[in-house]
């Protein structure tokens, strides 16, 4: 599972798991190296990997298995015109300039609701 955090709640959750780092043989005093991409906790249920997102409030949390989500559509993300092997771009009339523009018509569809959650009432420090 995946579980995505506003950017202050992994702040938290970041600043306490450096809080209780043990320095190993690997230090070294010339450089000091902090931080993470994710955090990764093992629990009852199998891995659980904590992604910092811009896209999440604050105070709420997604848990999500990401393998039950697909994209379903006519069309993927796309520079041609529908119907035609052409690019769909157009000259700007007060520039100097091209506007490219993409066509697509998908939708995320998740085939497992009851695999994702939703988590509220996070408060930060």
Known sequence: MDLFVNPKTW???LSEQTAQ???DSRYDTKKYENGAMSIVFY???GMIEIHSST???EGIAFGLDLGCFERVGSSDVTFKIPGTNEDYMIKLQDYHALEY?????????CTALGHNLLITGISNS
């Open 43 to 45: 629990s009852q249920n």
């Open 101 to 109: 523009r993409t066509y697509c018509d998908l939708a995320i569809f």
């Open 55 to 57: 896209y999440v409030k």
């Open 11 to 13: 702040s938290d959750l």
């Open 21 to 23: 780092r043990q320095f």
